[in-house]
């Protein structure tokens, strides 16, 4: 599919904040005050500036509010929800932290919880997707939650914790890699079950669909050279993971904890554009852009 920069930067950026929020949430790091506010605001602003970015792929973001009365069947109204859950149970536990020096550890886990479910549903949005054999497997939400977690642990701070999760994180980015590779061969669609003429002898095209492009070429079909996709890969995962473990391994210093927080983000921001890159759309095999 086509990477449209403002969802990857909404599916990036706001992981990392609600997985701060998580952190936060379980009072990891325990700080009150000016230094909780810090924390509070770094969180919120990548949340917040995650999910308005997300708007501005909308046709219409103007009705963006529309999506809260839907979240019986969609999962883009669930994000909503469980979003709008985790900003004010954590910024009323923020105000005590804050203000009063006071911590409700059931407000906090309440918004630990709904941060973790915001992400979740975030996940699900892609996952639900059958038509995207890449995406719809269960590893998907598993991959967006690990790093949210694992994301978040590094900008709280957590040493001991981020270096087992960011390995664990990219692990699992690596077996989706892997899985993903073979998702579309394996749903078993092609163009005669796309069709559905298989039945009456083998299907081919016998010439493009038409002469121009269109909007489902523009935004549902994006081929990646594999050499150059490969290339991404690693350096995906060399800077979500490897590279910030080393750097969190060497004696601590907050330029090199700093440097481990923005290669992980480059890091996270490459895998993120392959995601969609990646993503074959099984519309392609209509348009002969696709070898199932």
């Known amino acids: 599919m086509h990477p ?27 700080v009150t005050g000016w230094v909780a506010f810090i924390f509070f605001v770094l969180a919120y602003l990548l949340a917040v500036g995650g999910l308005l970015a ?144 298989g039945t009456i002898g083998e299907v081919r095209a016998f010439e493009p669909p038409h002469t121009g492009t269109n909007y489902l070429l523009k935004e549902m079909v994006h081929v990646v050279g594999r050499k150059h996709s490969q290339q991404l890969r690693m350096i995906a995962i060399l800077l979500m993971s490897v590279v910030p473990v080393i750097l969190l391994l060497l004696p601590f210093s907050h330029v090199l904890a700093g440097l481990a927080v923005v290669c992980h983000i480059a890091g996270v921001l490459t895998a993120r554009w392959l995601f969609f890159a990646e993503a074959e759309h099984v519309v392609g095999l209509y348009y002969g852009k696709r070898q199932a």
């Open 54 to 197: 997300s708007t501005f792929h909308l046709g219409h973001p103007e009705r963006a509010i529309k999506a809260f009365t839907q979240w019986r069947s969609s999962w883009l109204s669930r994000e909503a929800w469980c979003a709008v859950a985790a900003l004010i149970f954590m910024g009323l536990y923020g105000t005590g932290l804050v203000f009063l020096q006071i911590r409700w550890p059931a407000l906090g886990i309440l918004g630990a919880i709904a941060s973790l479910a915001a992400v979740f549903t975030t996940s699900m949005i892609y996952t639900q997707l059958k038509t995207v054999p890449r995406w719809n497997m269960p590893l998907t939400p598993i991959k967006f939650m690990a790093l949210s977690v694992a994301g978040g642990a590094l900008m709280a701070g957590q040493v001991n914790w981020a270096l087992g999760l960011l390995l664990m994180a990219g692990a699992v980015q690596v077996i989706v890699w892997i899985q993903g590779d073979q998702a579309l061969a394996r749903s078993g669609t092609n163009l005669a079950s796309a069709t559905q003429l």
């Open 4 to 30: 449209a920069p403002s969802v990857i930067i909404f599916t990036t950026l706001s992981g990392l904040g609600f997985g701060l929020l998580f952190w936060l949430g379980i009072g990891l790091p325990a």
